[in-house]
């Protein structure tokens, strides 16, 4: 090679741009993911007091980079579950509800600090049994409200939440809910992250019920305190109908209690 070549060749070597350590801080996130996110909220119910609820939300997450690098994580719901310290009443959501959940998209921001690598996100809002560009962006308080969506299409307002109490039976209770999600963890290898998960906003309202008594609406206190978020990598290809076996529910939580239970889509 001659030498103005390899002085050619020195100079695009000198001028070269290193990667970014943004480019490369997370890089190997990208693929599947068992997603679990617990939420626990407090409410001072009639007659019973205080009631302490921990939501499971069982989710499918794919990360990947975007055109321009950035990376993004989208998920989609496989099971939801719910167990409180009052166990006079059951809930549970049915396949419909978890159908309901659609598709979420976001950002994922990793940043490389000296105790790990820190990831947080802010999870895109959840609208359930309403339209916000319907309504105004208010969420609708009466079953004939504007906004107001058949989100399970199962012929009620909202989406149907089960309950299960003694001398009623199964009841169905129709409500609508608007939430957001904030993640705030580290990584603990290479294929677990965990974290906190702090619900930035939390609303909902019960529309109806099939027994009236239980069409009740209590004020919701988050207790960020003690909820969570984990996620698991687990191989590309997998659904949500064998996620269980192929990662299973981490003991002591609420989906591990109801595991096999027929919420999954």
Known sequence: MSTPALAGLA?????????????TVGADLVGSWRFDVVVTTRA??????????????????????????????????????????????????PPSFVAAMHEQEYGLQVRAEAAGEHVSATVSPVHLGWDPGQSGGVMPRQADAPGVVDGDRDGQPGVTVHVRAPLFGQVSVYVVQHSVTALDGWRHDPDTIRGSARLARLEQRALGASNPLFATNVPLAPDDDRSWFSMRRVPEGTTCLDLDRVEAPEAGTPASERAGAPTSR
Request: charge should be positive.
């Open 11 to 23: 100079a695009l070597a000198l001028h070269a741009s290193p990667a970014r350590a943004e480019d």
């Open 44 to 93: 001072q119910v009639p007659i019973l007091g205080e009631a302490v609820v921990e939501t499971h939300k069982v989710m499918l997450a794919t990360v990947r980079r975007d055109p321009a690098g950035a990376l993004r994580q989208s998920h989609v719901a496989c099971g939801m579950y719910a167990r409180s310290n009052r166990r006079v009443a059951e809930t549970w959501f």
